[in-house]
């Protein structure tokens, strides 16, 4: 008898052997109170009482993932960050303080600002949702995500109100596909905030972030620049044309900026800023 006919004798005795194995012991039968309905078992799995320990590991790695995304575009991250960057290159210290200085205070600066609405974010969506009140039914992920979303959107408002700049609200929600009486609202340039959605809402916040950081930025360079020239004219006017200028009046701005409590200045025109007056 050749190999290949022992193989296939061998398989086929297997076979046999299974299929007598599943008329003897047949599978259980699933108890009288489990479901095995597909959406049943989808809708229990999604509960947040029944998240399995995996599944919330993955959650939380996405949400991780996209966290510096959000803390950018909707947070006030972005307004902090950029006036310290340009308040270092104002100053001319080249690496000082050190990116990762600027961007710690930067972030716990936002923590601070922030605070106020993520309790609110907190206190009426993630917690009714994760962990509701046994006098309340717990909320769907979509009720907890407009109720996150309503807050988000009062913040960005709220800032751009402040700013004065709703023309970037304009022009975003002109890109992100209009209808008719839309259309008529921005020509007569009488659009309400229940009509912009949060995807032009967004962009239209970062850019007026950036524009009121760099408006600050401007102020801030001011007595930087004005004691750049007036280093630069001494030392032309003394022939020390081959010394930088910058080397010379780096002392004397780091004095300045000592004496008027500079960092103090800059924080607190920062933090109040961020104001919460009530949506015009």
């Known amino acids: 008898?050749?190999?290949?006919?022992?193989t296939f004798f061998l398989i086929a005795l297997c076979l046999l052997a299974s299929s007598a194995w599943a008329q003897v012991n047949p599978l259980p039968v699933a108890p009288s109170g489990l479901s095995l309905d597909?959406?049943?078992i989808i809708e229990n799995a999604t509960r947040p009482e029944k998240l399995s320990s995996t599944l919330e590991i993955m959650i939380l790695l996405?949400?991780?993932?996209?966290?510096?995304?959000?803390?950018?575009?909707?947070?006030?991250?972005?307004?902090?960050?950029?006036?310290?960057?340009?308040?270092?290159?104002?100053?001319?210290?080249?690496?000082?303080?050190?990116?990762?200085?600027?961007?710690?205070?930067?972030?716990?600066?936002t923590f601070l600002i922030m605070a106020p609405t993520w309790k609110k974010i907190n206190s009426d969506a993630i917690q009714p949702y994760a962990n509701p009140d046994s006098e309340t039914a717990a909320i769907t992920q979509a009720a907890a995500w407009s109720r996150a979303k309503v807050h988000m959107r009062n913040f960005m408002i709220k800032q751009?109100?402040?700013?004065?700049?709703?023309?970037?609200?304009?022009?975003f929600v002109g890109f992100d596909d209009?209808?008719?009486?839309?259309?008529?609202?921005?020509?007569?340039?009488?659009?309400?905030?229940?009509?912009v959605s949060l995807v032009a809402l967004i962009p239209a916040y970062v850019t007026s972030e950036l524009k009121q950081a760099f408006i600050m930025g401007f102020y801030i360079y001011l007595p930087f620049l004005i004691i750049d020239m007036v280093t630069a004219s001494i030392l032309m006017s003394m022939g020390m044309m081959m010394l930088p200028p910058v080397l010379i009046s780096l002392?004397?701005?780091?004095?300045?900026?000592?004496?008027?409590?500079?960092?103090h200045l800059v924080v607190s025109s920062l933090m109040e800023s961020f104001t919460n007056n009530p949506l015009m």
């Open 1 to 6: 008898m050749s190999r290949m006919t022992v």
């Open 38 to 40: 597909p959406q049943q």
């Open 62 to 109: 996405t949400v991780l993932s996209l966290a510096p995304a959000i803390l950018v575009m909707t947070t006030c991250f972005t307004r902090i960050i950029v006036v310290l960057a340009l308040l270092r290159q104002a100053i001319g210290t080249q690496q000082l303080p050190p990116a990762q200085v600027i961007t710690g205070l930067a972030l716990f600066m």
């Open 160 to 171: 751009i109100d402040n700013s004065g700049n709703a023309e970037d609200v304009y022009l």
């Open 178 to 195: 209009p209808d008719e009486s839309l259309r008529k609202k921005i020509t007569d340039e009488s659009l309400q905030w229940r009509d």
């Open 251 to 263: 002392p004397f701005k780091l004095l300045l900026f000592v004496l008027v409590d500079g960092w």
